[in-house]
């Protein structure tokens, strides 16, 4: 039996297991993958069956809103298991309980349980086949009455498809991946409607026109009760500070005031939807909106301090969320123009991500969002460029810590710093921090 002493030992376990290039060609089209996860969890008993799930997709503030979700089930009570991806700092982010870490010895006896009964199959999963078993089994080992599960990319061949849950989530859908998911809003959004499951509720978050019509006519094929946001959701207000946010709203008649850690009016709809879930399976109690109150996410508006300089480190990659985090941005420091730390991974809109940027920031610092995923930061430096104005100053670094080294000797106390465009970025500038 494989033995285990450490959680990175079990990483390289997933990954060396779950090697792309170790798939056969024939099986690397997508419309296989969910014949791989089907055969892998058979295998494991489909521990997925063990608890009861709520399937989180869209494109952005899908992981937060599923981070609200499992921190309310775990007030109600609960022992509930969170999955997301991608991880900011620490491959745990992604296999939590309601957020904490488990103790290294149930991750370690997880990966020990799973490596024997894999000697039983010859299948040859993706890496994100292997978390997304490895979660489910884990969860079912650590004794777990529900887990919210987010998607990893798209939803109808989505790793994470395999299941059945209590519930269906879809947050806003906006052009992203279109080179797997779609070139249309319209495609997008079928690829993600196909999470909803018959019989099953979807509650659903604001939408274009064109993505909620998909949505409800899958919900009208799968006889699923919609649950629209929008239609709940009303007198929202909010007011920005650096560490918080006042919230107010009512919600399907009742009024709700909170004070949420995470910032941006995004957050606030994040933190309803959740909520509209939570009422729905009467899990909201006493300590609900403290919990929810106090709940935060790596790389989501995470403000920290470096060198009397305030560091915010946000995964926006998509135009609605850089839109959404610059004004939010400037409600929390409207007299400072500041400095951006951007970068962005091959297939996003950088063109009109760095626009955006540029019509906050005086000072912009490009650089290459770490090495997970292909980048090209000279084709960025380069447009920026090419659009910037005359009193504008844009520089290319070669990595995280010269581009946070650049920021803080260009700057003055106080001067505020935003990273984003990439989850993997806001990774290695908090690394880059920690080191210094």
Same mark, same amino acid.
């Given at each position: ?20 290039? !170790? ?43 599923? %981070? ?52 039983? &199959? ?22 777990? !009455?529900?887990?919210? @599960?987010?998607?990893? +990319?798209?939803?109808? +061949? ?12 879809? &947050? ?65 207000? &909010? #007011? ?8 107010? $709203?009512?919600?399907? *008649? ?31 109690? #006493? ?11 790596? *790389? ?29 941005? =400037? ?5 400072? #123009? ?5 970068? %962005? ?10 626009? @955006?940027?540029?019509?906050?920031? =005086? ?19 380069? $447009?920026?460029? %090419?659009?910037? %104005? ?5 520089? +290319? ?20 710093? +935003? ?18």
């Amino acid at each position: 039996m494989m033995k285990f002493d450490t959680f990175g030992q079990v990483i390289g376990f997933l990954e060396s297991y779950g090697s792309l290039k !170790d798939i056969p060609s024939q099986e690397t089209v997508r419309k296989y993958r969910l014949e791989r996860i089907k055969t892998l969890l058979n295998v494991l008993g489909n521990p997925q069956n063990t608890y009861r799930t709520i399937h989180v997709a869209g494109s952005k503030g899908k992981g937060s809103t599923a %981070s609200y979700i499992a921190k309310g089930i775990e007030a109600a009570g609960f022992r509930c298991g969170l999955y997301l991806s991608p991880h900011v700092c620490d491959y745990r982010e992604r296999f939590t309980l309601a957020g904490k870490f488990f103790d290294d010895e149930v991750y370690i006896k997880t990966a020990e349980i799973m490596a024997e009964m894999l000697e039983k &199959t010859t299948v040859t999963p993706s890496v994100f086949e292997m978390y997304t078993a490895y979660a489910f089994l884990l969860f079912s080992v650590a004794g777990c !009455d529900w887990a919210v @599960i987010e998607t990893g +990319l798209g939803g109808r +061949l989505d790793a994470t498809n395999i299941i059945t849950p209590q519930a269906s989530v879809l &947050t806003p859908i906006e052009l992203e991946h279109t080179e797997i998911l779609g070139d249309t809003l319209e495609k997008i959004a079928v690829e993600k409607s196909k999470i909803i499951k018959p019989g099953v509720p979807v509650f659903i978050s604001h939408q274009e026109n064109e993505a909620m019509s998909v949505l409800e006519k899958e919900a009208e094929t799968q006889h699923s009760q919609v649950i629209r946001l929008n239609d709940c959701l009303s007198e929202l207000e &909010t #007011k920005q500070y650096e560490d918080y946010q006042n919230v107010s $709203f009512r919600l399907s *008649g009742k009024s709700f005031i909170l004070k949420l850690r995470m910032t941006g009016m995004v957050q606030a709809l994040n933190c309803a939807l959740a909520l509209l879930v939570l009422n729905r399976f009467d899990l909201i109690c #006493k300590d609900t909106l403290e919990t929810l109150e106090n709940n935060t996410l790596p *790389g989501r508006m995470e403000n920290l301090c470096f060198r009397n300089r305030s560091v915010c480190l946000d995964g926006a990659h998509t135009l609605r969320s850089m839109t959404n985090l610059i004004e939010t941005f =400037s409600e929390i420091h409207p007299k400072h #123009k500041g400095i951006c730390i951007f970068g %962005s991974v091959l297939g996003k809109n950088y063109r009109k991500m760095i626009q @955006i940027v540029l019509g906050q920031f =005086s000072k912009v610092v490009i650089v290459k969002p770490g090495t997970f995923k292909k980048s090209n930061p000279q084709v960025l430096y380069e $447009f920026a460029m %090419s659009v910037k %104005s005359p009193e504008q100053t844009v520089v +290319l670094c070669n990595n995280a810590t010269e581009a946070l080294t650049w920021s803080i000797e260009h700057s003055t106390e106080n001067t505020p710093i +935003l990273v984003c465009g990439s989850f993997y970025l806001a990774g290695y500038i908090r690394e880059a921090m920690i080191q210094a």
